[in-house]
């Protein structure tokens, strides 16, 4: 989803916090080199750091610009990230959701991106500044209404000379992937992944709209934040964090207030306040950019230069940080929602430049690294919650430490506090083994080495450390000291911070007695002007770059093959970079044959051998910095191992042994079935899983789907340990295929496996799986289901012809085209013109298995006083393509600059074989897009619009709120039926 804000999220029962970057270890200081650009005269200066594994330059502008560069070869791309030192702790208390809304406005253009007539725009901007002023005064409800009446009358006359989306078309043009932005508690950050050969477009375009601050089309725009607020209300983990986060910190503004905003600050919002803050904040010598891929150094400072360069310095922004009282007590909170309840626990840490902190992170591991934490085999592999986890979150002026889990079915959630109490206590006294903490350092190298190829990852690293307020060689020596952390910092630290001193949240099921939703303002479409173009969309246009040229895999040269005892296929891809490997045994054989099979793999993970306990296993496993699993799916079980190349015999052997020799375990099969119960009925308070996964498949197959077809309670309770492992045995007996991406060559992993993997002399057929038949939709039908939401939520699907690889370059080009990013039909359309929702989308979907169905698969997400126009809009566009030459060659290029810069490389291309031989095509399909690109035009883009989208049958499938669903609306589209939970879930 677009500008979307950073939230802390909740998968499954256990709670995960964004992933940060590990760096690389470094005892040397920094040096300074000169370098001088070839085509330029100007002089460059930069720091290093020796030994540093990413060679980064670190260059400061003249206006105290900070930019860290990095160079990664592995395709011609580069990840850029533009980083503002503010977030949300920097906002006025009576303007709180500032940052963020600036965030927003950041890609609205410049005085010359965006417009047709700057001089005439901003004459009706400054009117609408002035209304919202004065807007924010005022208490009458009616006198309220008169201006606001005002602000979107005259807001429609300023649209007239606006270019909506100028800069998400371009960068669309460009091939850029990823174009969003994020604001978080203390920084806003800008990114997108660009071809390297529109490095000069991509620095003009962010020089130019992040120089200045226009707030065009405002009231639209602050509508789709209004719809951010509703997702966020309605999301009981989000209120479930917001209230840990205010018990933590009462007096900083990490608690104080969110990112979004108060509801009444949204309804009150200040243009002025905004203009404020960006002319405080967003000065050069308060922001960074970095940078990591397929870039020449001085080629690119001088570009960066050149652009950014002219932006003026400014004042250095103070901020003094609000100093907590120590927490004496448990600061108890209570948050009531319609999903499955859970806890959440935190403890107060200093920031992130402290040592604390950094034992913080380690402590963490130790209680949770999803192995062999006192967590994870404590509670999660005897299964004595229904899941727990532990993640840090580590900020400038404080870091906190968060504790989570979800009860069993008849366990209270003060059990599963006092859970991970004792967890916590078993830290503060030591009792955890001491290899434990090599290993954890071990797990971070592996880490280390897998984050080095992403430049994503390598960025994001910069980030930290300039948000950390840290010159990178510190930064890399705080990895060091990590790696030098012992058994006695560790337990010092525990006794310093766990006592009784936490904020704990009870998330619990019920109607939430503090319910709030903002309300629908009226707001009059503005004009979409998808054909104007400013004088400064046409310089960046016409700016040349030279052409790169497109890889694709050939499956004959870039993989290879091998053959294993038995006849087993080995798909090969070697591994040039690091020690690290991946090995899969591929099984074509799923829930859909047996659904006993994914119990049995389920069931596999609390298992031991002859030789170990469950928990040892694992322990024996993250000892030498292997991983290993069993996954199913519907038609496939996934064998996995994986880690560090040198220990793959000793990693090997463990896997084998559990899958030859697995001992049964009663208790943790009853455990296991409970387990599974308590999760079917969490499972039917999840609003996505309701919306997203079970109407979906009723839709497509009807009530007997491969969604529904699982076991029964009663058949659960029946299955013996014996029946479970015998299916685990038999995995291997049935005929499979290995995939191996690691560093050895092939002729080595072939003998390797030859001698550890273990199989029959002969191989059983796979047996036929239970077949789903996929529906025709033969007349318009409404499908809805009671959820207690702010929001409405609806699912547009429609069936379509079966997957023909002679489709897929016009389909691809159609989706580019109608929902390709924010410069797109549906975006442009929904969103900015009439401010119907936060996030819309509308595709057609591939089939990923050579004879099934594709699917025109369309979402939007409103709140449900706006059902009827969302409705409209959204069907409307289904009906009737909008005409925009300029989009559909936008969309052109967009597909053929994101083509001719991917690379499929490393294991990628085992999986690209993967997934070629499902849908029985023996080549690259990329190609034949690439290669029908140019020849396509917009009237084949209507030709298969009106074919395969227009008035084709639906079924509609809607969640929201009985009390505020329009019935009578949803009457209009079709044939309108209520789906109980027990028909969709089967149970």
């Given at each position: ?7 802390l ?9 964004q992933?940060?970057?590990?760096t690389?270890?470094?005892?040397a ?25 990413l ?28 980083a ?15 940052a963020?809304?600036?965030e ?26 002035a209304?919202?002023?004065?807007y ?12 606001y009446?005002q ?22 043009a ?19 992944d ?18 200045v601050?226009?707030?065009r ?37 990490y ?22 803050y ?51 007590s448990?600061?108890?909170r ?37 192995q ?9 592999q ?8 532990s ?12 504790l989570?889990?979800?009860?069993r ?23 955890f ?53 012992t058994k006695?910092?560790?337990v ?30 009226t707001?009059?479409?503005?004009p ?10 046409k310089?960046?246009?016409s ?69 170990y306990t ?45 899958l ?25 308070q999840d ?23 699982i ?27 290995v ?87 549906v ?18 979907s591939?089939?990923n ?28 566009l ?39 031989r ?30 395969h989208?227009?008035?084709q049958?639906?079924a ?20 309108v ?8 879930f089967?149970?």
């Amino acid at each position: 989803m677009k500008k979307r804000i950073l939230l802390l999220s909740l998968i499954g029962s256990v709670l995960f916090a964004q992933c940060k970057t590990s760096t690389p270890s470094q005892t040397a200081a920094p040096t300074e080199t000169t370098a001088t650009a070839p085509t330029a005269k100007k002089e460059f200066t930069y720091t290093t750091v020796p030994n540093d594994p990413l060679k980064t330059r670190i260059y400061t502008l003249d206006n105290g610009l900070k930019v860290y560069l990095s160079q990664y070869k592995t395709a011609p791309r580069i990840q850029t990230y533009i980083a503002v030192r503010a977030g949300s702790k920097n906002d006025p208390a009576d303007a709180t959701g500032l940052a963020h809304y600036l965030e927003h406005m950041a890609f609205k253009g410049s005085t010359r991106l965006g417009t047709t007539n700057w001089e005439k725009e901003q004459q009706e901007l400054a009117k609408i500044e002035a209304l919202y002023e004065l807007y924010r005064t005022q208490k009458d409800p009616e006198l309220r209404k008169k201006t606001y009446h005002q602000i979107d009358s005259i807001s429609g006359v300023a649209a007239t000379y606006a270019v909506p989306n100028e800069y998400d078309k371009l960068v669309a043009a460009m091939g850029m992937k990823g174009s969003n932005a994020s604001t978080w508690v203390e920084q806003t950050i800008y990114y997108g992944d660009i071809p390297s050969n529109q490095l000069e477009k991509w620095a003009m375009l962010e020089a130019e709209r992040l120089g200045v601050m226009i707030p065009r089309l405002f009231h639209t725009e602050l509508e789709a934040v209004y719809e951010e607020k509703n997702r966020s209300l309605d999301s009981d983990n989000n209120k479930a964090f917001e209230a840990a986060f205010a018990a933590l910190w009462p007096t900083h503004q990490y608690g104080t207030q969110t990112t979004i905003g108060t509801v009444e600050h949204l309804k009150n919002p200040s243009i002025t306040e905004i203009k404020k803050y960006f002319e405080k904040y967003y000065v050069p010598n308060n922001m960074a950019i970095a940078m990591s891929g397929d870039l020449e150094f001085d080629e690119t400072i001088r570009l960066i230069d050149e652009h950014f360069g002219r932006w003026e310095k400014g004042p250095e922004p103070e901020y003094n940080a609000p100093q907590e009282k120590p927490i004496t007590s448990p600061v108890v909170r209570e948050v009531y929602g319609p999903e499955a309840e859970m806890l959440l626990m935190a403890y107060r840490f200093p920031g992130v430049k402290s040592k604390d902190a950094l034992v913080l992170r380690m402590i963490n591991e130790i209680l949770s690294n999803g192995q062999a934490g006192l967590i994870d085999l404590n509670i999660n592999q005897k299964q004595a919650a229904l899941g727990a986890g532990s993640f840090a979150e580590i900020y400038n002026d404080y870091s906190a430490h968060f504790l989570s889990g979800s009860p069993r079915e008849g366990q209270t959630l003060d059990q599963v506090k006092n859970l991970l109490l004792q967890q916590i206590e078993l830290v503060k006294k030591g009792k955890f083994e001491d290899w434990l903490i090599p290993a954890i350092v071990n797990k971070n190298k592996i880490a280390k080495m897998q984050s080095y190829e992403s430049n994503a990852a390598r960025a994001t690293a910069f980030v930290d450390a300039f948000i950390a307020q840290m010159d990178w060689a510190e930064y890399l020596k705080r990895e060091e000291a990590f790696e030098q952390i012992t058994k006695q910092d560790v337990v010092e630290v525990a006794n310093r911070y766990y006592g009784n001193n936490y904020a704990i949240v009870y998330k619990r099921t019920g109607q939430d007695p503090t319910a709030q939703k903002v309300e629908k303002p009226t707001i009059t479409p503005v004009p979409a002007n998808r054909d104007a173009q400013s004088d400064y969309y046409k310089l960046v246009a016409s700016v040349p770059s030279t052409d790169l040229e497109p890889q694709f895999v050939d499956y004959k040269k870039d993989l290879q093959e091998g053959r294993l005892k038995s006849g087993i296929p080995v798909y090969y891809t070697r591994n040039q970079e690091n020690g690290l490997f991946n090995l899969y045994y591929v099984v074509e054989m799923g829930t859909n044959h047996d659904p006993k099979i994914g119990l049995a793999v389920d069931y596999l993970q609390y298992l031991g051998t002859d030789k170990y306990t469950a928990e040892e296993l694992q322990k024996e496993f993250f000892k030498i910095g292997c991983n290993f699993g069993v996954s199913s799916g519907q038609e496939q079980v996934y064998v996995y191992l994986s880690g560090l190349d040198t220990n793959l015999e000793q990693g090997l052997q463990l896997f084998e042994s559990l899958l030859q020799n697995p001992k049964a375990d009663k208790k943790a099969l009853e455990d296991l079935v409970d387990g599974i119960l308590k999760d079917r009925e969490n499972a039917k308070q999840d609003k996505n899983i309701i919306h997203g996964v079970a109407m979906v498949n009723y839709a497509k197959y009807g009530p007997k789907n491969p969604f529904t077809n699982i076991l029964s309670a009663k058949e659960l309770k029946k299955v013996k340990p014996q029946e479970l492992l015998t299916i685990i045995k038999d995995i291997p007996s049935y005929q499979h295929h290995v995939l191996y991406y690691g560093p050895r060559p092939l002729q080595a992993i072939t003998t390797t496996l030859n001698t550890g993997h273990q199989v029959p002399a002969l191989l059983k057929p796979v047996p036929d799986q239970k077949a789903f038949n996929e529906l025709s939709i033969k007349k318009p039908m409404v499908y809805w289901t009671d959820y207690d939401m702010v929001q409405a939520e609806l699912i547009f699907l429609s069936k379509s012809v079966n997957y023909d690889p002679k489709l897929v370059p016009v389909a691809r080009l159609y989706n580019e085209y109608f929902d390709g990013g924010m410069g797109a039909i549906v975006f442009q359309e929904l969103r900015e013109s009439r401010a119907l929702a936060y996030s819309a989308s509308s595709r057609y979907s591939i089939a990923n298995k050579q004879g099934r169905a594709n699917y025109v698969v369309s979402y939007i997400g409103t709140q449900a006083d706006k059902l009827p126009e969302a409705m409209a809009g959204m069907q409307g566009l289904l009906n009737d393509l909008p005409t925009a030459q300029a989009n559909f060659e936008n969309a052109k290029a967009s597909v053929r600059n994101s083509i001719a810069t991917e690379r499929i490389n490393k294991s990628g291309i085992l999986m690209s074989y993967e997934s070629a031989r499902k849908l029985g095509i023996d080549h690259d399909i990329r190609r034949d897009i690439y290669e029908s690109l140019g020849a396509l035009t917009f009237e084949q883009i209507q030709a298969f619009h009106k074919q395969h989208i227009k008035e084709q049958n639906q079924a509609i499938l809607v969640i929201g709120s009985k009390d505020r669903l329009n019935f009578k609306e949803l009457a209009n589209y079709g044939t309108v039926k209520k789906l109980t939970l027990k028909e969709l879930f089967g149970y």
